[in-house]
């Protein structure tokens, strides 16, 4: 049973490029979630989605950070352009709502992304 | 709004002993608590989860929770730790009517052989 696929693993890109992360949830999970973890501000919620629809998107830092869950199996966290106080490591999740609010978050492995 | 303490940055133990890890929490609602575990270069594991009913809430590789709701925690334990238990903890906690979990600030166990 695959778990929650992200990529790339390892992101090193210079100030100002363009970045975008990918993530493929548990098939018929219909909640996904994107937080970021570093040192300073520990696991932060971003975005989620329930049934490919924004929920909650009040994490998002600012407009250079923008995510899309264009269907059911993929969804997409960009940002453009980036600045080195964007590295960290970015986490995937998802669950399935039919469990309720006792549905645990599954994470993917996480794309740590360094901006220099 | 919910959020939740995770009072050590670190915990020691010596392998074979008893292990805490403690978590209190604070929510508007009925709380639904979760512990998680992270190793290195690894996403977050589930470990177990409070909903409702027993205070004492078994999940894997034999750790357990108490839940105390006039203490508001949530504390992990563990019998008897391993070396294999060392890795970062987090607790989590989810208010009524909200999906998305709220996390700790992580505490770090080190088990010693």
């Known amino acids: 049973d695959a778990g929650v696929i992200q990529s790339p693993r390892h992101e090193v890109t210079e100030m100002g490029q363009e970045v975008t992360l990918r993530c493929k949830p548990i098939?018929?999970?219909?909640?996904l979630f994107w937080y970021r973890q570093t040192m300073m501000r520990g696991l932060e919620l971003l975005i989620y989605?329930?049934?490919?629809?924004?929920?909650?998107d009040s994490g998002m830092p600012e407009d250079r950070f923008s995510a899309k869950m264009p269907n059911a199996s993929f969804s997409t966290l960009k940002i453009q352009p980036s600045e080195p106080r964007d590295s960290a490591v970015y986490f995937c999740?998802?669950?399935?709502?039919?469990?309720?609010?006792?549905?645990?978050?599954?994470f993917g492995n996480g794309t740590r992304l360094t901006v220099t | 709004a919910q959020s939740v303490a995770q009072p050590e940055d670190q915990v020691n133990v010596a392998e074979g002993n008893p292990l805490t890890v403690k978590c209190t929490y604070s929510?508007?609602?009925?709380?639904?608590l979760f512990w998680y575990v992270q190793y290195p270069n690894r996403g977050l594991q589930f470990l177990l989860k409070y909903i409702t009913g027993d205070n004492l809430v078994k999940g894997s590789y034999g750790f357990e929770a108490e839940f105390n709701k006039s203490q508001t925690s949530f504390h992990l334990k563990k019998p008897s730790a391993l070396v294999s238990d060392s890795a970062l903890y987090f607790c989590?906690?989810?208010?009524?009517?909200?999906?998305?979990?709220?996390f700790g600030s992580g505490t770090r166990l080190q088990v010693q052989p």
């Open positions: 989605f329930n049934n490919n629809v924004p929920i909650d």
């Open positions: 929510v508007s609602g009925n709380p639904y």
């Open positions: 999740a998802s669950s399935l709502g039919g469990q309720g609010a006792g549905s645990p978050l599954h």
């Open positions: 989590a906690v989810r208010d009524t009517g909200r999906r998305a979990l709220t």
């Open positions: 098939s018929g999970h219909d909640y």
